[in-house]
């Protein structure tokens, strides 16, 4: 069985600093994990996506997620945070034809 | 990336009516879909898998004669909310899944239901 788990639903940041956003992750088989941002009455966006590739996972708008199998994570980051960055953001895996969905974080840079 | 398209955005029904929500794969051949509906500030909730030319599944607790699915083509896919109640409000958002694994969104309906 597959889930995920994001801490923190919300979570708030200064203008230029960083962004990191948990997701934690339960999977009997390797995992496909992805990382989804949905901005208001908007649907999903996908911004990147692991699939047992390289680790360190680049996406759009400077969206990065590292794979650590040791620590069954697939945190979010960005250098720093634009103030076009609030939103809500979703960590998923997938497990064959579905996907399993985090509860979401929602996203607020201060300025 | 496959585009998916939802038709209409948006929608405002009165108690007891039916409505129509249309998802359409425009690049794609989708032979599966899937309907989500999502709650104010909470995540997607996985309602059901159209298949092209065969019943939907649909998860549990999700009523199937309340909630129809039809995917007819490969292309679209339908869900009828039927006798809709404010309760029904949503946001409802379709997916389709390509062979890599991926899912692609599309942009969502509001349904509003006075």
């Known amino acids: 069985a597959q889930s995920v788990t994001q801490l923190g639903s919300h979570v708030s940041v200064s203008e230029g600093a960083l962004v990191l956003l948990r997701c934690n992750y339960s999977s009997s088989v390797p995992p496909y994990l992805f990382w989804y941002v949905q901005y208001p009455n908007q649907g999903l966006q996908l911004l990147l996506k692991?699939?047992?590739?390289?680790?360190l996972v680049k996406g759009i708008n400077g969206f990065e997620a590292e794979f650590k199998k040791s620590e069954t994570s697939f945190h979010l980051t960005k250098p720093s945070a634009h103030m076009s960055d609030a939103a809500e953001y979703f960590c998923?895996?997938?497990?064959?034809?579905?996907?399993?969905f985090g509860t979401g974080t929602s996203l607020t840079v201060i300025p | 990336g496959a585009v998916v398209s939802q038709h209409p955005s948006r929608v405002i029904c009165k108690s007891g009516t039916s409505v129509k929500i249309e998802c359409r794969s425009l690049?794609?051949?989708?032979?599966?879909m899937f309907w989500y509906r999502q709650f104010p500030k909470k995540s997607l909730m996985l309602m059901a898998t159209s298949n092209e030319g065969s019943k939907a599944t649909y998860e549990q607790g999700v009523e199937k004669d309340k909630f129809l699915i039809n995917h007819a083509s490969l292309t679209l896919s339908t869900l009828t909310v039927t006798s809709a109640h404010p309760e029904d409000s949503s946001f409802y958002i379709c997916s389709e899944q390509t062979s890599g694994n991926e899912q692609f969104f599309g942009p969502g309906t509001r349904l509003t239901v006075l």
């Open positions: 998923a895996v997938s497990g064959g034809n579905q996907f399993y």
């Open positions: 690049d794609f051949q989708a032979t599966t």
């Open positions: 692991y699939t047992s590739a390289a680790t």
